[in-house]
């Protein structure tokens, strides 16, 4: 067997999108639409619990908002929200406001050099990873991944393994010879349900997360001169950011 592929999550593991992205483009979208739902960064951690954004805003009033009378056209309402927010992050994304985390274009550059395939297995919205992509890397990045399989592509978002399932299925590759990047428990659960060995990245919001069953848990990939933190008990041989080399060494360790 031979590492062919790297599959990526993308909010949280390629950028931190969360808490100064998502957040901020949910509350502006309830604000316009005169509504008085506003989720702060604590409370955003606990939604974070449920992802994909629609399924998030239902979570929300079903456990936090016993108070909030739905009227009949509920689910329509909760699709034109997700329209709004969606433009609304995008183009704060578009303002160049979300860089990529520490390591990841160094990461993806010496993959694309090596000839590694890429792909993208993500909960968030298609539109959410195209401007992520264009304005954090380059204006033709999305070519940079094989296969970028995304939002209600599939019936059961993560902690599903369906969307893993999806891009292993579209790039005709086998889970072990891939592995899979992700920061947070939902992630894990979904990469390790479709066989995947899987790389951790955490970040503010899921560092406390259970990671059972990581090829290793790390603070960040971290840099040449910006060492990562080992969160697991992981042989490294020394290195201190992660790199192809590094990735090859646990992929051959993986279980
Ligand atoms: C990402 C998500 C997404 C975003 C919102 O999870 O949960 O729902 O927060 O995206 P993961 P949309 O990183 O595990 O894929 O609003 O576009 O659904
Ligand atoms: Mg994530």
Redesign the pocket.
Same mark, same amino acid.
């Given at each position: 067997m031979s590492l062919e592929s790297l599959i990526f #999550?993308? #909010? %949280? =593991?390629l950028a931190d =999108?969360?808490k100064d992205g @998502?957040r901020v483009a949910f509350n502006a979208a309830f604000s316009a639409a005169g509504l008085d739902w506003h989720w702060d960064e604590v409370l955003y951690g606990k939604l974070?619990m449920v992802?994909? %954004?629609?399924?998030?805003m239902k979570y929300y009033i079903d456990e936090f908002r016993p108070d909030y009378q739905k009227t009949a056209d509920f689910g329509e309402m909760v699709v034109q929200l @997700?329209a709004s927010? &969606?433009r609304y992050?995008t183009d704060l994304l578009d303002q160049g406001r979300i860089p990529l985390r520490p390591g990841v274009l160094r990461l993806l550059q010496e993959a694309r050099a090596a000839g590694l395939r890429l792909a993208i297995a =993500?909960? &968030? &919205?298609p539109a $959410?990873v195209s401007a992520l992509l264009r304005n954090a890397i380059a204006p033709e990045a999305e070519s940079w991944f094989e296969v970028i399989g995304a %939002?209600d592509v599939v019936a059961a978002?993560?902690p599903a393994a369906d969307i893993y399932d999806y891009v292993l299925k579209q790039m005709a590759i086998q889970p072990a010879n891939c592995l899979a990047f992700? #920061?947070?428990e $939902? %992630?894990i659960k979904?990469s390790l349900g479709a066989g995947l060995a899987t790389v951790i990245t955490v970040n503010g919001y899921t560092k406390d997360h259970d990671f059972d069953g990581a090829a290793i848990v790390l603070d960040q990939m971290g840099e040449p001169g910006q060492p990562f933190s080992m969160l697991s008990k992981t042989t490294v041989n020394g290195a201190n950011y992660l790199d192809l080399s590094l990735l090859q060494h646990l992929y051959q360790g993986r279980s």
């Open positions: #999550d993308v #909010d %949280g =593991t =999108t969360e @998502h974070l992802t994909g %954004g629609k399924e998030r @997700h927010k &969606t992050y =993500t909960t &968030t &919205t $959410n %939002g978002k993560k992700e #920061d947070s $939902n %992630g979904s």
